[in-house]
């Protein structure tokens, strides 16, 4: 269990934070230290919070970060400038040219409409606390708790994220734990137990051997 000395009450990572959290999962994991060895210490990746994020965080599930990306570059050029607004602005057949699916058009349109509704207010969640961002993103057609731990993790920052439904995480510790499967959701968060309270620092560790290896950074 990594050592909670030095843990702070607020839950975002700062780089320092995060710095001496990657030292503490150094010493108490070996595995995660062979990562920092040979790859050395991933860095802080920060996306801005907001519903910009949130569109790209949808057209990521189920593909390739490369092919969410350049789906979402072409929905941006589509739209002008991508808003709620002008979300819901676009036709079916403007979406499907951007290479949006049928049911990811749904989620956008979804979104948008929630937002301008004010069911989801973004600005409210960086003061709520993990388990109300939760419940409160997940109010948002094809937003679960993967899209969810990840926002958490990557635009609040948040230090004890473990996305359990990520399968490059999935991939990552069946490598480095030399497991003889891929371990389900459920034996992944038992593993994850072991690096509280800074298993979003774990997550990035394992993402960066994940990226790192498979040559996708």
Known sequence: MADRGFYSMTKRLSVETYNKAQNVLSK?????????????KPPLW????????????ILEQQV???????TFTRLSSTAGKLTP??????????????????QKTRYIRDLSECILNKTVRIGRLPHLDDENVREHLTKV??????????YLLISLRRSDIWPVGDIALQAATHDIKGLEARPNPVELSQIGEQWRPWRSVAARILWHYYLSKSGKK
């Open 28 to 40: 108490s994991d070996p595995d995660l230290k062979k990562i920092i060895d040979r790859f050395g």
């Open 46 to 57: 920060h996306r801005p919070g907001g519903y910009r994020t949130l569109v790209l965080l």
């Open 64 to 70: 390739s970060l490369l092919s969410a990306r350049a």
């Open 85 to 102: 607004e002008h979300a819901l602005e676009l036709t079916d057949t403007q979406y499907r040219a951007a290479g949006v699916s049928r």
């Open 141 to 150: 057609k094809g937003i679960g708790l993967w899209t969810a731990d990840v």
